[in-house]
């Protein structure tokens, strides 16, 4: 199957635009075929099982599906000129993927990758085909997924890394921008969990497979993060690592949102971890809240710059 033909009526994210992107049309994202990518880095700041001590080899994607007001990675997803990103085609796409393995990175990091799906597969079919790549791929996502589109990733991805962003709706319109977030985003997680199980990891602690739902804590409750975990017990697993992460800052357009507009505070993080652990979750990360102050900016990437994390210009 080629799956580019894919692009010819485009309903690869919940959008489901039908834009014909290899004729030209653009849909929500604006993407067309080429991929467009902003940079390709190892990096330190993931979760441990995905950085390790060698980094995971991430590729930025330019923009996304998602129009988050307080997005963090801003600049390349909703504010960027068209010429900002290298656009690349599907074998420069394998030869980066290649790169990274040959620094070493314990993975292929796919960031805001639903946009670009067939090309992502297509790309890991070159380096697979030719066993030029034997590291897993993680699709990092923000989790506003076409459930369908998610089978089509079956046997290309090896760990899932998606976002649930809201557990209401009504929120995800407000400040996404995107419609019916829950129904896809849950079906998608179901189904993602269905074709890679619960994290593994080696004897080193590094992930090999599995899925690692990562839950952002919005202040005021924004995000519902308890009804997140409710739906993770029930409908997925206590086996599946979660990352609950109190890093939110009011970026880009938050400060125009009231409710938004502040870190979150202890009270909120600590009423989060305690409810996980009393539904029984065992795999997973916490950030110390401590460590959730200016310190932690370090890990708010900076497009504009060559080095894109500060903490590796620091170190
Ligand atoms: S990826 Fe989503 S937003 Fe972009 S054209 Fe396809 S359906 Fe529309």
């Known amino acids: 199957m080629d799956y580019l033909n894919l692009l010819k009526s485009c309903v690869l994210c919940p959008h489901k635009c039908k834009a014909n992107r290899l004729a030209g049309e653009k849909g929500i994202c604006k993407a067309l075929s080429s991929v467009e990518i902003s940079s390709a880095m190892p990096h330190h700041g993931e979760e441990p099982p995905i950085s390790g001590s060698k980094g995971s080899g991430t590729i930025f994607f330019g923009r996304c599906n998602m129009n988050c007001i307080y997005c963090q990675n801003f600049q390349i997803s909703q504010e960027f000129m068209e010429n900002d990103f290298k656009k690349a085609s599907i074998e420069e796409l394998a030869e980066i993927m290649k790169g990274l393995q040959k620094l070493g990175c314990h993975n292929v990091n796919f960031v805001s990758p639903t946009i670009w799906i ?20 993680v699709f990092n996502s923000g989790g506003y997924e076409n459930p369908a589109a998610i089978k089509l990733l079956k046997g290309f991805i090896e760990i899932y890394m998606p976002d649930i962003r809201y557990g209401n709706n009504d929120n995800a319109y407000k400040y996404s921008g995107v419609k019916n977030y829950v129904e896809n985003n849950r079906k998608s997680l179901i189904e993602m969990y269905s074709q890679v199980g619960g994290l593994e990891t080696d004897k080193k602690g590094i992930a090999t497979r599995g899925l690692m739902i ?9 995000s519902n993060v308890k009804k997140s975990l409710d739906f993770i017990k029930n409908e997925l697993s206590t086996d599946v690592y979660i990352s609950i992460m109190a890093q939110y800052r009011p970026l880009h357009k ?18 989060i971890i ?6 029984g979750f065992y795999k997973g990360a916490i950030q110390e809240f401590e460590n959730s102050g200016p310190e932690e900016d370090l890990f708010i990437p900076d497009f504009n710059e060559k080095e894109v994390f500060r903490y590796k210009k620091n170190s």
């Open 118 to 137: 067939p090309q992502i597969i297509e790309a890991i079919k070159i380096t697979r085909g030719a066993k030029e790549m034997t590291i897993p791929a």
């Open 214 to 222: 990562r839950l952002l804590i919005l202040p005021n409750n924004i």
């Open 254 to 271: 938050a400060q125009c949102f009231p409710e938004l507009s502040r870190k979150i505070n202890y009270d909120e993080y600590s009423n």
């Open 274 to 279: 305690n409810y996980a652990e009393k539904l």
